[in-house]
């Protein structure tokens, strides 16, 4: 257990559905940050929060939505998605100097979009 | 623009032998570099962070260098068993927040 938890592990959604994934990290962290691993390809960051404010949106399709309510908490909200989108999103958090951060990932949820 | 390259891509040895995964990055401007394990399905351990000023550092049977002048940085992990069966990833920490991965190194080590 990291301390960063994610729901729900498998979700399994049609392109005209709406969903969201959620994130909560118990480590109090500052940071939370989304990242999507497919298949053959390395991990890419997608959006990073600091103190619940979006600093960073890695040019991700206005589909993905992601929410920050507050420093524990980060959503991910899905609409009228693709089949190239299935994937395992990974919700990470940190705190710390830049330097010594270590991030903490949550398992994943493990998204197919039909 | 930060490119993370882990060779080999996959790896196999028997019970016992040391391992060496590999990770280049491009860009020496960077804050700390993380080695990540990652199971099957699951989400990333992490193992041994290197800030930006460290060579190295060791926790247990894994030591990991950074050379940022040639832009290496090598993980070593001694007397391999079959728990350390894994994907390893490198990830690197630069401006912005931003952790720019490598593809990983799947290994399997054999009893």
């Known amino acids: 257990e990291t301390g960063v938890t994610q729901t729900p592990r498998h979700l399994v959604m049609g392109m005209t559905n709406k969903k969201s994934l959620k994130c909560e990290q118990h480590?109090?962290?500052?940071?939370m940050y989304w990242y999507k691993q497919s298949a053959k390809k390395p991990l890419e960051l997608m959006f990073v929060?600091?103190?619940?404010?979006?600093?960073e949106n890695n040019s991700v399709p206005s589909r993905f939505s992601p929410e920050c309510p507050n420093s524990s908490h980060l959503f991910l909200h899905l609409h009228t998605l693709q089949p190239e989108d299935s994937a395992l999103y990974l919700c990470a958090s940190s705190q710390g100097p830049r330097d010594q951060e270590t991030q903490y990932f949550g398992p994943g949820t493990r998204l197919l979009v039909l | 623009k930060q490119e993370v390259t882990q060779i080999p891509a996959a790896l196999s040895v028997p019970e016992g032998e040391n391992l060496v995964l590999n990770c280049s990055f491009t860009d020496s401007a960077i804050y700390n570099l993380q080695w990540f394990r990652q199971d099957p399905g699951k989400g990333l351990t992490s193992l041994l962070l290197?800030?930006?000023?460290?060579r190295e550092q060791t926790s247990g049977r894994l030591n990991a260098s950074l050379d940022k002048s040639s832009g290496r940085s090598t993980l070593y992990i001694a007397a391999s068993q079959p728990g350390d069966s894994a994907t390893y990833l490198c990830?690197?920490?630069?401006?912005?927040?931003?952790?720019?991965f490598g593809g990983g190194t799947r290994v399997l080590v054999k009893p």
């Open positions: 290197i800030q930006s000023s460290q």
């Open positions: 480590l109090g962290h500052n940071a």
């Open positions: 929060y600091n103190f619940k404010e979006q600093t």
């Open positions: 990830g690197l920490k630069a401006a912005g927040n931003k952790l720019t």
